[in-house]
Nanobody
Framework: QLQLVESGGGLVQPGGSLRLSCIGS????????IAWFRQAPGKEREAVAC????????SYRDSAKGRFTISRDAAKNTVYLQMNSLKPEDTAVYFC??????????????????WGRGTQVTVSS
């Protein structure tokens, strides 16, 4: 059974950093397009970053550019989201998502085939 398991969330002060991990179970993440989405209370889920091995494309939402980096470790079957210079508006539940067709980045909500359960990121002083 395919599972995506996120970890690495927590409470951090503004300006701090966190690294989120998404581990695949029952699936080789290298064959899929993997994206990170986030959802803040009362808001729609939004794409944050994406990586596709089918064409090597990556993408970031504008507010994440220059601060967030998405990367893969094939040996660990893991995709990471390094988040630096965090701001209170980054507070949300962050979800790992997979598109098994290997689409080019960015991918939208309705292109996702599998979702993780999410990890909470809270940026507050």
């Amino acid at each position: 059974q395919l599972q995506l398991v996120e970890s690495g969330g927590g409470l951090v002060q503004p300006g701090g950093s966190l690294r989120l991990s998404c581990i695949g179970s029952g699936v080789t993440l290298a064959y899929n397009t993997i994206a990170w989405f986030r959802q803040a209370p009362g808001k729609e889920r939004e794409a944050v970053a994406c990586t596709s091995n089918s064409d090597g494309s990556t993408s970031y939402r504008d507010s994440a550019k220059g601060r967030f980096t998405i990367s893969r470790d094939a040996a660990k079957n893991t995709v990471y989201l390094q988040m630096n210079s965090l701001k209170p508006e980054d507070t949300a539940v962050y979800f790992c998502a997979a598109d098994v067709r290997g689409a080019s980045c960015p991918i939208g909500y309705y292109e996702v085939d599998w979702w993780g359960r999410g990890t909470q990121v809270t940026v507050s002083s």
